[in-house]
């Protein structure tokens, strides 16, 4: 599609349980990225892909915290055991290459993950 | 590392006001500068960009310079409207390596009629 595409908008669950969100990037474009948005504004980049291949992880927390995207399916993040501290927005980006140029990144509206 | 500093907001403004938000970066090599906006419960926008020194990004009425010497990237507008009232984000990516963004810490604006 024209724009990226993130479900659920809001998801609640427990603390301790798992969560997972869903991001489909806009069609054509080989770049993913997430970023959580916690209070005060603040944006955390956590893992980007180039199609189907994890291309940074340097933000992903590794003990809870995987992500993949798979050929024709949606990108997706999940949280195992989830804490307090996940609650935030999680963005989705999309962005494509023009010859050897980046292109801007194209955000979802975000998923407002709510920790109980 | 890469960093991004902005203005602390809130930025109060009454209609027709001018604008100014100022960013300042820091970065190895040189990256692409980027303004983004987030309106009230909705994602990022991308405002305008620059990708390199003495680039203008222009959009809407806001405009930014990209200045090497000055490493920074201010955001201004001539005459804000009503509308204008959201959150404003200044960012950078490296162009080579990790293309993930770094973002300033937002700058929100208050237009009052």
């Known amino acids: 599609g024209e724009e990226v595409a993130q479900t659920p908008k809001h998801l609640v669950r427990g603390e301790g349980q798992k969560a997972k969100l869903y991001c489909a990037p806009i069609k054509g474009h080989s770049y993913v990225f997430w970023y959580q948005q916690v209070l005060k504004n603040e944006f955390k980049f956590l893992i980007s892909?180039?199609?189907?291949?994890?291309?940074?992880e340097t933000g992903m927390p590794k003990e809870r915290f995987s992500a993949k995207c798979l050929p024709n399916s949606p990108c997706s993040l999940e949280i195992q055991a989830t804490k307090l501290e996940d609650s935030a927005v999680y963005f989705c980006?999309?962005?494509?290459?023009?010859?050897?140029?980046?292109?801007?990144?194209?955000f979802g509206d975000g998923t407002r993950l709510s920790i109980l | 590392g890469n960093s991004v500093t902005q203005m602390e907001g809130p930025v109060t403004l009454s209609e027709e006001a001018f604008l100014t938000i100022n960013c300042t970066y820091t970065?190895?090599?040189?990256?692409?500068l980027f303004w983004y906006v987030q309106y009230p419960g909705e994602g990022l926008q991308l405002l305008l960009k620059?990708?390199?020194?003495?680039d203008k990004g222009s959009n809407k009425g806001f405009e930014a310079t990209y200045r090497k010497e000055t490493t920074s990237f201010h955001l201004e507008k001539g005459s804000v409207q009503v509308s204008d009232s959201a959150v404003y984000f200044c960012a950078l990516s490296a162009n080579t390596g990790r293309r993930a963004l770094t973002f300033g810490s937002g700058t929100r604006l208050q237009v009052q009629p």
């Open positions: 970065a190895t090599g040189y990256p692409s």
């Open positions: 892909f180039q199609n189907e291949n994890v291309f940074d």
């Open positions: 980006a999309s962005s494509q290459l023009r010859g050897t140029r980046h292109q801007p990144q194209h």
């Open positions: 620059a990708t390199k020194a003495d």
